[in-house]
């Protein structure tokens, strides 16, 4: 399994955008690239997915390098709701695959 | 859609009780649901893999005798914590894969255990 490197924790203020990047150096060919988030006592909802490239859906956009070892989750505008941890995840594409959760980024919007 | 309910949403039990967290698709089927244990403070640590109609897959260090795991249906699994002492509170999170799609799981809000 493709071991994630996120930092710790972040801070941001309202209205700014925040890029969180997340290293996965050894990334398999069939791997995906999972975001999720998690308030205080919730499970984790799922962000954003991607492959390569760039990806956008109403949330957020996935920054994805050619070579996949990293990739980065950017919120545009973030209010102080998007106070969370933040995991990003690598999985592979199979039935068998689960997901393994590394340490998050906790990311604090002040006002 | 693709919604996950757990029941209950946090149970206080004394020590050397069982006690049992249903885990709930409620409209789809899920042929694999996940067990998931978080400490304060902590990531989501995988407890077991549970396919329905068989037994449960258990991650490395997690004792199958003390956490029962049952999938008897496509959208219902449930965990018992037997014999329940004050290191096993925690906040358990069920997730659920849909049936035919291995791309995404969509998780529970998880149980609040405490265990005095």
């Known amino acids: 399994l493709a071991k994630t490197t996120q930092p710790i924790s972040m801070d941001s203020y309202e209205g700014q955008e925040v890029n969180i990047t997340c290293s996965h150096n050894?990334?398999?060919?069939?791997?995906?690239i999972t975001w999720y988030q998690q308030f205080p006592s919730q499970g984790p909802r799922f962000i954003i997915q991607g492959y390569k490239t760039k990806v956008t859906n109403e949330v957020a956009s996935l920054f994805i390098p050619a070579d996949r070892k990293s990739s980065t989750l950017s919120l545009p505008r973030v209010s102080l709701s998007d106070t969370a941890v933040y995991y990003c995840?690598?999985?592979?594409?199979?039935?068998?695959?689960?997901?393994?959760f590394g340490g998050g980024t906790r990311l604090m919007v002040k006002p | 859609g693709a919604v996950v309910s757990q029941h209950p949403s946090w149970v206080i039990c004394k020590s050397g009780t069982s006690v049992k967290i249903e885990c709930r698709s409620l409209?789809?089927?899920?042929?694999?649901m996940f067990w998931y244990r978080q400490f304060p403070k902590q990531s989501l640590m995988l407890m077991a893999t549970?396919?329905?109609?068989?037994?449960?897959?258990?991650e490395q260090g997690v004792e199958k005798d003390k956490f029962l795991i049952n999938h008897a249906s496509l959208t219902l699994s449930t965990l018992t914590v037997t014999s329940a002492h004050p290191e096993d509170s925690s906040f358990y999170i069920c997730?659920?894969?849909?049936?035919?799609?291995?791309?995404?799981?969509?998780f529970g809000p998880g149980t609040r255990l405490t265990v005095l």
């Open positions: 409209d789809f089927q899920a042929t694999t």
């Open positions: 997730s659920a894969r849909i049936a035919g799609v291995v791309n995404e799981q969509f």
């Open positions: 050894n990334i398999a060919t069939n791997d995906y």
């Open positions: 995840l690598v999985r592979g594409n199979n039935a068998g695959n689960m997901l393994t």
């Open positions: 549970s396919n329905e109609g068989s037994k449960a897959t258990y």
